[in-house]
């Protein structure tokens, strides 16, 4: 709980959306995320698609999950910064490495895509008012 006192302390823009807004909309988005990302890996597994188209999925895996103990636990702006651009950057290479072999995968990820544009623009200007 600590840990979200330091993050409720922070300057952040006045379009930020409240605390309770992430649950759900997270919860809707690992929903998503579970069945696409899934899917993928089991074309990998039945050798329908090459390690290359998956690998952008694995590391936005990576990525996703280190923000909040990055964000939280180590308490570094900067670094969740980073952290959540590579997510917006592998998502985007996922997206695009999966379209030729399966277009609703891509398609599914949009509002990933989109929350996670929004993260990044926050998680930035967050970084940005608390140099």
């Given at each position: 709980m600590q840990n979200y006192n330091w993050y409720s302390q922070l300057i952040k823009p006045t379009w930020s959306p409240p605390a309770w807004?992430?649950?759900p909309v997270w919860t809707f988005l690992y929903?998503?995320?579970a069945i696409s990302f899934?899917?993928?890996f089991w074309m990998y597994f039945k050798k329908q698609i090459?390690?290359?188209v998956v690998l952008p999925f694995v590391?936005?895996?990576?990525?996703?999950?280190?923000?909040?103990?990055?964000q939280f636990g180590?308490?570094?702006?900067?670094?969740?910064?980073v952290d959540?651009?590579?997510?917006?950057g592998t998502l985007i290479w996922a997206m695009t490495a999966i379209y030729p072999y399966s277009r609703w995968i891509t398609y599914i990820q949009i509002p990933y895509l989109?929350?996670?544009s929004f993260a990044t623009v926050l998680q930035l200007t967050i970084t940005y008012l608390n140099k």
């Open positions: 807004v992430f649950g929903a998503l995320i899934g899917k993928v090459p390690f290359l590391l936005n895996l990576i990525f996703n999950f280190s923000f909040t103990p990055i180590l308490k570094n702006n900067l670094l969740a910064a959540i651009l590579l997510v917006l989109l929350w996670v």
